[in-house]
């Protein structure tokens, strides 16, 4: 896809983030989507076009870079001048030179391979950037500099950091920050004595929203230029026509003029001849337009901002025209989305877009778009800038309308021939043509609203209601409002269908939140927990608002016909507006033009204020029409719509906070569950609550449940949990599976085993995956993944940990039977054959298995042993260490599972009267003192093993202690040692451990109720 047709959809900004920019090319970030095209070099000299203003500043700017001088420059300009754009390639010409390593050849050769011709001499070093953007967060550079406020500060950083280029963007916004203006000015100041140090000053004229003084009031701007500075003259959207050329990788071609000679005057098409290779691929009577659209003091009165908005402008103008022809007005985005309609003209110009839509519409065809475009377009210049020379002539009409394919003269004075003769709204004034504009009290509203029938008042319903619901139902992804307009409308995220077949396919999708207004009972089809459907109550009271101002105009018995007539008069009072003079003829009698205009004035303003009162009436009036409801599968009461509508807006946030977890709660985790079965599971189950939850944000709200490494991913058969940089959450779809690291208090044993067993498969001879997570006793430990397979006690403390991979010169790879594997399952009793291979030469091999350990020689670098498995089931660590011949070792882990019924701990965060326990975790000294006490005053025989690391400051501590509590002197040991630690380090990592295991009665359950304990419970099964 084209770089002019991304622009076009508004896929590439039309706006240059410097600080994204520099970002990317200065401190390896990526950036966003739409500012890609601005931060790859590749890419950004493509599109870029030096115009002689640029290329005479960047010069002057190398030429003192390389020759150690100091410059400021200030760049102030109205917003989408092209200030950024410079910017923007100041940073990629220093880029390059960085890449270049200062070589000025070597710049130049690389700007050649773009078209770009450049002064670039070669530079003994190449400066240092710092950028400040307000609204970004400072690099350390940045925040330093900001921080320093005399001059003497100042210089020595900028002396130590020179030659620095120092780029503010946008200058007038950082204004606010306290003391900036005096800082800058210090800055300046300094700057303008250190050598090779050069100061970049952006500021808008017009900053964005409104917000902010104008140029003419910069303080900050004004303190800079008491310095000596350069000022940077722009002048991209003089030359926009050959910045578009490289945006759409064009060149100029030759066009066939010879329709319009002996069609229009000479001297017009000599004028056109000479511009058109300028302005190639746009016609350019139709180009002056557009830049004087764009000129600076129209700013605030159209939307083609400068260079901005005037590039994006074009682009989509360019994309609706095919490759051969010439791009006119009728390629030009509709009006509305050019002309800003406000100001003391405001009422006029919204009449005469409307009008011109008409004209449109009666006329038909491209040429008539593109002859009654210009007109309308002129009209509104010509107004704004009084000048009789705007307005075009039917010369500049003709010329302004060819597109060298199949806009011929003939057909534009047609055009202009029906446009005048028909009755439409273009009047000709002499040789000029120009849109003209006239606009409409009780008698006359009612007698027009007999023009309106109920399909009309239901249709200003509808719009009315959309333009309400888009702030009232703001949480909903997909707004529905079923009318009757001869095509669907959009406001916003609300959409108006007229048709039932439509309707139904919107409802269908359940993946956004909906909420469906039925105004033309079109049905609900199938209810799901994010579908809120909205049916009328038509026989319901007249509201009294409505009442009151109906009466005047209609005779209304119910809540339904209260709302169409007040649609009915909204149109009405449109019509009265648009006829004014023949609605109140006597206008047109008025001698006295200064009183004729006043009378007009007021009688508009009269209208208008009818219509005004409909539409505020009409929001009470819909609200109440439209209250009965169905959400998802409930039918609750309401009173009005948009009380309702806020009521939900209420509770989503603790309907959405709880509801992963919720959905989880009705799952048996046996394996990972895909997300779209979960998101089904939700919409469609009875149990769930209603909400206005989209597919993305229930994906949201998953992540957020299972923040800090509390679930596990699966994404096409592979396990996701940790990685070298902590947790680790995949993007997230329908396929995704997921599954919970703890589940009814149980820490989900089989999903970290399957994560355990996927890395062991990773692991080569080579090459080992290591976890490093730290004990709750503060000690880091950092364990081989095979060896993390059999030592189930430590899964619980993973969650915080992180993958390392570790290369080994001496390695050893094991296989059993034949197999390298990580986990083996065999029979009791079974013998398996074992290799262990070498990556060089063996000495010994040392394996053990449950309370068999053997060490043999070995010699070259395959040993081979065979082992007699253990005869009871259960789950048994192999370990095999090879000592090799150098002295170094590796050792191995396999984890073997004898298959039968054995008895095995189950990690489990809360107990149950009747379970074994056979350890618990504890993580605070004081809960392990009192645990103790208890297990004392209970005579349970037990093994007490301490662990505490503690190192900062003038504090080490590294205890690692373990006692068999057999009599009341090994008890007081361990209770002094507790105690100490207590007061030195209140976390430790404390394990109880009871051989056999102690059953859990019913003053145990009540004791251990709460408690933030770890326990290993002995379960029997099936290993």
Known sequence: MSFVKL????????????????????????????????????????????????????????????????????????????????????????????????????????????????????????????????????????????????????????????????????????????????????????????????????????????????????????????????????????????????????RPRRVDIAPLKDVVREEVLRDFEKRLEEAYPFNPVFLDVVLRLADESLAERTKVQMTRELLRTLARAYVKASPEELVTFAHLPEPEDILVVGGPLAGEWSTLVKLYKEDVDRLGGKAAVSVLRHILLATFLARLMPAESLYPTEDNLVAGSYNALDIRPVDVKDVLAKATDVGLHVARLGDRYVYWFIGDEVHAIREAMFKFSYEDGIDVVADQLAALLRENARFFSAVYVSGVSSQKKAFGKVVILTNRDEWARALDDADKSTLAVDLMEFGLGRRRNNLFFVRRDDSGPVPADAGRLLERFADVKNVKEAAVALGQLYKAVDEVLVNLYHYFPDLLSMEDERIKREMEQLLRSRVERWKERASAVLKTASYTWLRRVVAGFTEPEARRLDEYLNEVARQRSDVLRGLVERVFAELQWDGFKKLGDLWSLYLNNEKFPPAPVSFEEFLEAVKSYCAGCSCLFEVDGEVKWLSKTGCEIPPLDKDVGVAPLRWRDQLVEWAVEAFLKQLASLSTSTTRYYIVYRRPSGEEVRRAVDDLLSSRGEWPFLSEGRLEVEVRERAIEVRVDGVATPVVERNPGSRVRVEVVGSDDLLTVIYRIGDVEREESASGKVHVFEVDLPSEPGIYSMQIEAVFRDGTRDRRNVSVNIKGRCKRPRTKYSVDVGDAIRGISVTHVKDARGLLDYFVKRGVPLRLSVKAAQAGGDLIINVDATFNITSPEIRERAIRLLAALEYLSPAADVKFEFTPPVQVDGDMAQKFKGAKYSFDVEVEEIC
């Open 7 to 250: 622009l076009a959809e508004g896929k590439i900004s039309p706006a240059i983030d410097i600080y994204e920019v520099y970002g990317a090319l200065f401190l390896g970030r990526n950036p966003e989507e739409a500012h890609k095209v601005y931060c790859d070099p590749d890419s950004f000299f493509k599109i870029t076009y030096v115009t002689p203003g640029f290329r005479q500043h960047l010069e002057d700017f190398l030429k003192k870079l390389a020759a150690g001088e100091s410059q400021i420059y200030t760049l102030p300009a109205l917003l989408g001048a092209g200030k950024s754009h410079f910017l923007a390639l100041v940073l990629h010409i220093i880029a390059l030179y960085r890449r270049c390593k200062g070589s000025g050849e070597c710049v130049s050769r690389h700007l050649a391979d773009y078209g770009i011709e450049l002064y670039t001499p070669t530079l003994a070093k190449v400066p240092n950037v710092a950028v400040f953007r307000a609204g970004r967060v400072l690099g350390e550079f940045e925040r330093r500099l900001r921080s320093l406020a005399t001059k003497e500060e100042l210089r020595a950083a900028l002396r130590d950091a020179s030659p620095i280029v120092l780029l503010f963007d946008e200058t007038q916004y950082l204004e606010e920050e306290p003391g900036f203006v005096q800082w800058i000015q210090t800055l300046a100041e300094v700057a303008g004595e250190i050598k090779g140090v050069y100061l970049f000053v952006s500021y808008s004229l017009f900053p964005e929203g409104g917000r902010g003084p104008a140029l003419e009031t910069s303080k900050s701007l004004s303190a800079v230029e008491r310095m000596n500075v350069v000022r940077v003259s722009l002048d991209t959207a003089k030359n926009i026509a050959a910045v578009f050329r490289r945006w759409a990788d064009l």
